[in-house]
């Protein structure tokens, strides 16, 4: 896996070529020096404390066919209401306008697990899919019995583009709800999800710790000012390992947002205090953190085909944490523009996170191992 997707972002970041446009163009300036990285990423999925791997979801049908649903995981912005949304209509049939999400809540789901280990599509993605699954198992039974007569068996029946298909007959999901309530079908379900094959024994670090592994690698170009310690990103590629992705856009932005994160945390986010023990970089004029003028011009993220081996939300894979270590490829291309001061001999002794400070410090290192003995 790692392998094949290596060896794409190679060739679709055509890197062997800006490698040789680097060397040359380092060979021909002296202050300013390119640098380039190609660092990959593997990310376990679960919570290493197994019994946190369990997730619950309801899902109601109302009369009109509306659907609402309710899962144990937190919405922050990460798109996380939305796949659930996805899942549960593509679970019925339905479009995704009838699909109404309500804010989590411990009266309707307890004992739900953080949002956290970037497990929250996967644990309360299978929860809501399982509620909405006996919904349509449910809804199939009667279906057969109301409209096919007992002639098609229910596993037949097919839910789809708003619309219940009884054999030969087509009939819309609002009519099928409708005839369900009258016939006193229970029109609500709850779903639940226990992550399979986990174990892990902490006194002995032995087990499985991990459900399955997400992949990335990213290439990153930077140029750095060997006076001043100032760097840029020029251009930046990644490519991401999200299984057969739930929606694209949303894990495209996922990685985007997540590499810009991991920048200012290996290139500005330093933290310090004074003799005291007081910490001094407290606030956003002190602590610095990345702002839009910092994303690399030249900004390419797309998503690996491949679809997860382990029966996960229809094969997808978790998006969250795993690209905020792509961009150990902008750090490794500041030490490797650095290490140009030196023709690459000399290991720059360069600290994350790589401000100006640091790299200047590295800098003044390379010269001074790189520079002539005095007569």
Do not use: C
């Not at 956290?116 to 699954?133: C, E, F, I, P, V």
């Not at 997400?214 to 140029?223: D, I, R």
Request: hydrophobic letters at 40%; a neutral charge.
């Amino acid at each position: 896996m790692i392998h094949e997707l290596i060896d794409e972002l190679e060739a679709t970041s055509e890197y062997r070529a800006r490698r040789a446009a680097i060397n040359e163009f380092n060979a021909n300036n002296e202050v300013l020096k390119k640098g380039m990285a190609l660092t990959p990423v593997k990310f376990g999925i679960a919570f290493n404390v197994t019994h946190f791997n369990q997730a619950g979801a309801r899902v109601h049908i109302y009369t009109d066919g509306s659907v609402l649903v309710n899962h144990g995981g937190t919405e922050m912005g990460q798109g996380l209401n939305t796949k659930m949304a996805q899942v549960v209509a593509h679970e019925l049939g339905v479009g995704f306008g009838r699909v109404r999400v309500t804010a989590t809540d411990t009266s309707k789901v307890a004992n739900m697990s953080a949002t956290a280990a970037s497990t929250g599509s996967d644990l309360s993605g299978k929860a809501a899919q399982d509620a909405a699954r006996q919904l349509r198992e449910r809804l199939a039974l009667f279906a057969t019995e109301k409209f096919g007569g007992g002639a098609v068996s229910a596993t037949e029946v097919r839910f789809a583009h708003d619309r219940v298909l009884v054999g030969e007959l087509v009939v819309p999901f609002e009519e099928v709800i409708a005839k369900a309530y009258l016939a006193r079908v229970q029109l609500w379900s709850d779903g639940f999800y226990a992550t399979p094959k986990l174990y892990w024994d902490q006194s002995k670090l032995q087990g499985r710790p991990f459900y399955y592994y997400s992949y990335g690698a990213a290439v990153s170009e930077v140029v750095i000012d060997t006076l001043m310690g100032e760097m840029r990103v020029l251009r930046a590629d990644a490519l991401h390992d999200v299984g057969a992705s739930l929606n694209p856009a949303l894990d495209v932005g996922q990685v985007e947002g997540a590499f810009i994160q991991g920048m200012g945390w290996l290139t500005t986010e330093e933290l310090r205090w004074n003799t005291g023990g007081k910490l001094m970089t407290h606030a956003p004029s002190t602590y610095k953190i990345l702002t839009v003028n910092d994303t690399p011009p030249d900004f390419r993220v797309r998503l690996f085909k491949n679809r997860n081996a382990e029966d996960s939300i229809h094969r997808s894979k978790a998006t969250g944490e795993p690209p905020l270590l792509l961009p150990f490829s902008v750090f490794f291309a500041v030490h490797d523009a650095v290490s140009a001061l030196g023709d690459h001999k000399v290991n720059p002794p360069l600290n994350a996170p790589a401000t100006s400070e640091e790299i200047l410090k590295a800098v003044g290192a390379v010269r001074a191992a790189t520079a002539a003995p005095r007569q």
